[in-house]
T-cell receptor, first 115, second 113 residues
Framework: NAGVTQTPKFRVLKTGQSMTLLCAQDMNHEYMYWYRQDPGMGLRLIHYSVGEGTTAKGEVPDGYNVSRLKKQNFLLGLESAAPSQTSVYFC??????????????FGPGTRLTVL | QQQVKQSPQSLIVQKGGISIINCAYENTAFDYFPWYQQFPGKGPALLIAIRPDVSEKKEGRFTISFNKSAKQFSLHIMDSQPGDSATYFCAARMNSGYSTLTFGKGTMLLVSP
């Protein structure tokens, strides 16, 4: 049981390049999330998904796109990377809420630098 | 617009002391208040959580105190240990719509030996 995994762990991009971050979970969770973490800014939600084939915008969605073609995978895309997107990106997943505590399980993160 | 305000930004406590981190919120629609712990180079992990119908929840050395009328909640770490050195995030969840969490900005705790 690997939990939540993220690929890659590190990446350096040049301004204008594109890339896709992959998140995978093996806990059969309905909900999946992408956050970015910047010093002094906490965790900010980029996009999230409440089930296969669905996505929704979070607090800071601009410059990112996501897809959830399979329940266990959640992809985060940067079409044209900018230095402002230098950050540590975390994926998380959780069970459907329904009154439960809705614990989010986080992956180990991807450190992205855009030059 | 920051919906969950966390303080302090950083905290140094001696081993055996009490660490206290505070959070305040304004939206009364929040119905679940978790704390997450993050060690360097790792993803955050749920530490302890509380619902607003109780004023305190304790798990081992970790206690959440919740003041609904003041819209504040705090994390107390008793007998703090060097292994508690980490970044702590408070968060809050809305009780309607989809259950996304709004996080505070985090507190970096250092417990000195």
């Amino acid at each position: 049981n690997a939990g939540v995994t993220q690929t890659p762990k590190f990446r350096v991009l040049k301004t204008g390049q594109s890339m896709t971050l992959l998140c995978a979970q093996d806990m059969n969770h309905e909900y999946m999330y992408w956050y970015r973490q910047d010093p002094g800014m906490g965790l900010r939600l980029i996009h999230y998904s409440v089930g296969e084939g669905t996505t929704a915008k979070g607090e800071v969605p601009d410059g990112y796109n996501v897809s959830r073609l399979k329940k266990q995978n959640f992809l985060l895309g940067l079409e044209s990377a900018a230095p402002s997107q230098t950050s540590v990106y975390f994926c998380a997943s959780s069970y459907l809420s329904g009154g439960a505590y809705n614990e989010q399980f986080f992956g180990p993160g991807t450190r992205l630098t855009v030059l | 617009q920051q919906q969950v305000k966390q303080s302090p930004q950083s905290l140094i406590v001696q081993k055996g002391g009490i660490s206290i981190i505070n959070c305040a919120y304004e939206n009364t629609a929040f119905d679940y208040f978790p704390w997450y712990q993050q060690f360097p180079g790792k993803g955050p992990a749920l530490l302890i959580a509380i619902r607003p119908d109780v004023s305190e929840k304790k798990e081992g050395r970790f206690t959440i105190s919740f003041n609904k009328s003041a819209k504040q909640f705090s994390l107390h770490i008793m007998d703090s240990q060097p292994g508690d050195s980490a970044t702590y995030f408070c968060a809050a969840r809305m009780n309607s719509g989809y259950s996304t969490l709004t996080f505070g900005k985090g507190t970096m705790l250092l417990v000195s030996p």
